[in-house]
């Protein structure tokens, strides 16, 4: 099956500094999402990458869809403390009935 | 209420129980899903409704049986459980057949059997 490689598994980083994470995969995607989930809570979704190529930024972050359809970026610039979290990718192959693939996460830590 | 809501939130039970979770979709979305999520482990797809219609189900044990009366709601009843089944349980609802359709997470239910 689809499997997605996500790295780095974690960081620690201080406040103010840039944070880069990206997700490669075995097969395509038509699509890349990003989300980040606080614990005991759901994943919440942070942006959308539709064709290959497209570079979207929300705010302090920015993620590009690979050209090869195969990988995805994630950056996050100037690191405040609410960043705290995990960070998913997922590559999505849109149907009848769409079937997220999720990588295994990055933990971020970010000190004063 | 907006988006994604899922009752309760958190849930103990034993293994001989019988409960059921339950998520509301506020987005006029047509498809529904349940995840699993265990510590250390990507999230796992268990169960998929398209139009109401049970479209995957990703080899869950029949201890778990889902139930989607219409598009904006979705169950998940439970009964005899077992221990390993402990976990976050997520709901999320998409549009299907449509450009870039993304699921949209409801908070989940912390399940915890004994």
């Known amino acids: 099956g689809q499997q997605l490689n996500q790295s780095p598994q974690s960081m620690f980083i201080q406040e103010g500094e840039d944070v880069s994470m990206n997700c490669t995969s075995s097969?395509?995607?038509?699509?890349w999402l990003w989300y980040k989930q606080d614990p005991g809570e759901g994943p919440v979704l942070l942006i959308a990458l539709y064709k290959a190529g497209e570079l979207t930024s929300n705010g302090r972050l920015t993620a590009q869809f690979g050209i090869t359809r195969k990988d995805s970026f994630l950056n996050i610039s100037a690191s405040i403390p609410s960043d705290v979290g995990i960070y998913f990718c997922a590559g999505l192959l849109t149907g009848t009935a769409s079937k997220l693939t999720f990588g295994t996460g990055t933990r971020l830590q970010v000190t004063l | 209420e907006t988006g994604v809501t899922q009752t309760p939130r958190h849930l103990v039970m034993g293994m001989t129980n019988k409960k059921s979770l339950k998520c509301e979709q506020h987005?006029?979305?047509?498809?529904m899903y349940w995840y699993k999520q265990s510590a250390k482990k990507p999230l796992e797809l268990m169960f998929v409704y398209s139009l109401e219609e049970r479209v995957e189900n990703n080899s869950v044990p029949s201890r778990f049986s889902p139930e989607c009366p219409n598009s904006s709601h979705l169950f998940l009843h439970l009964h005899t459980l077992q221990p390993e089944d402990s976990a976050l349980y997520l709901c999320?609802?998409?549009?299907?057949?449509?450009?870039?359709?993304?699921?949209?997470f409801g908070p989940g239910t912390r399940l915890t059997v004994l």
């Open positions: 097969s395509i995607f038509n699509t």
């Open positions: 999320a609802s998409s549009q299907v057949m449509t450009v870039g359709d993304t699921q949209y």
């Open positions: 987005l006029g979305h047509n498809a």
